[in-house]
């Protein structure tokens, strides 16, 4: 804290547990799901400007996990958004998403982790009116503390790969007056192979 603005970075939310593991070749939802493993939900006028009249709310989204996947090609999707129901695959407002990234294959307890930075720029009224702008990344590598990584031939490699994910000035149709659960969700291309991943840790900071 700087004490000069008043301005913390404040832990809101930190998953007890690991989420369920996706295996499927559709939208799973991977970070709480459970009365053991709740979900966070941003409570309905969060973003509101503060007595003072300070604007440009934001949020600091992270988290991480590992995957496995066969001998088989697949690609994968990841997505951190907002639903007004929790535990709906088809996250309603996407806040930063991948594409459908390949791994490669053959590979056991890969690691992978994301950060998302979201500002509300319209914290809206009831119905559809609030927007937000956010950018984030997402890496993918051998870990295991004691993993040897092995650099491909192409331009990806195992010691490492960085993604971006989000879309910087975003116009979102959420209602910011109710609670939004915040939520992440992974994607197979397929299921040959036994693919599966599982969100280990995930967290929400309010940052103002």
């Given at each position: 804290m700087s004490?000069?603005?008043?301005?913390q970075?404040?832990?809101?939310y930190?998953m007890?547990?690991s989420?369920a593991?996706?295996?499927?070749?559709?939208?799973t939802?991977?970070?709480?799901?459970t009365?053991?493993?709740?979900?966070?939900?941003?409570?309905g006028?969060?973003?509101?400007?503060s007595?003072t009249?300070?604007?440009?709310k934001?949020l600091?989204?992270?988290?991480?996990?590992?995957y496995t996947?066969?001998?088989?090609a697949?690609?994968?999707?990841?997505?951190?958004?907002?639903?007004?129901?929790q535990?709906?695959?088809?996250?309603?407002v996407?806040?930063?998403?991948?594409g459908?990234?390949?791994?490669?294959?053959?590979?056991s307890?890969?690691?992978?982790?994301?950060?998302?930075?979201v500002?509300?720029?319209?914290?809206?009224?009831?119905?559809?009116?609030?927007?937000?702008?956010?950018?984030?990344?997402?890496?993918?590598?051998?870990a295991?503390?004691?993993?040897?990584?092995?650099i491909?031939?192409?331009?990806?490699t195992?010691?490492i790969?960085?993604?971006?994910m989000?879309?910087?000035?975003?116009?979102?149709?959420?209602d910011?007056?109710?609670?939004?659960?915040?939520?992440?969700?992974g994607?197979?291309s397929?299921?040959t192979?036994?693919?599966?991943?599982t969100?280990?840790?995930?967290y929400?900071f309010?940052?103002n």
């Open positions: 004490f000069y603005t008043g301005t970075c404040e832990l809101l930190a007890p547990a989420g593991a996706v295996t499927a070749a559709a939208a939802i991977m970070s709480g799901t009365a053991a493993n709740p979900p966070y939900g941003l409570p006028g969060f973003f509101n400007p007595p009249g300070d604007s440009g934001s600091l989204i992270k988290g991480g996990g590992w996947v066969g001998t088989t697949v690609t994968n999707i990841i997505k951190v958004g907002l639903n007004t129901t535990n709906t695959a088809s996250i309603a996407t806040l930063a998403a991948t459908a990234w390949t791994t490669v294959i053959s590979q307890n890969v690691a992978f982790e994301f950060e998302v930075l500002t509300c720029t319209a914290p809206g009224k009831a119905g559809t009116n609030g927007s937000y702008n956010s950018i984030g990344h997402l890496f993918v590598g051998q295991n503390n004691a993993a040897n990584p092995t491909q031939s192409s331009t990806l195992q010691a790969t960085g993604m971006m989000g879309a910087p000035q975003t116009a979102a149709a959420f910011p007056t109710v609670t939004q659960y915040v939520e992440v969700s994607q197979w397929v299921t192979g036994s693919p599966t991943q969100l280990t840790n995930f929400v309010g940052l």
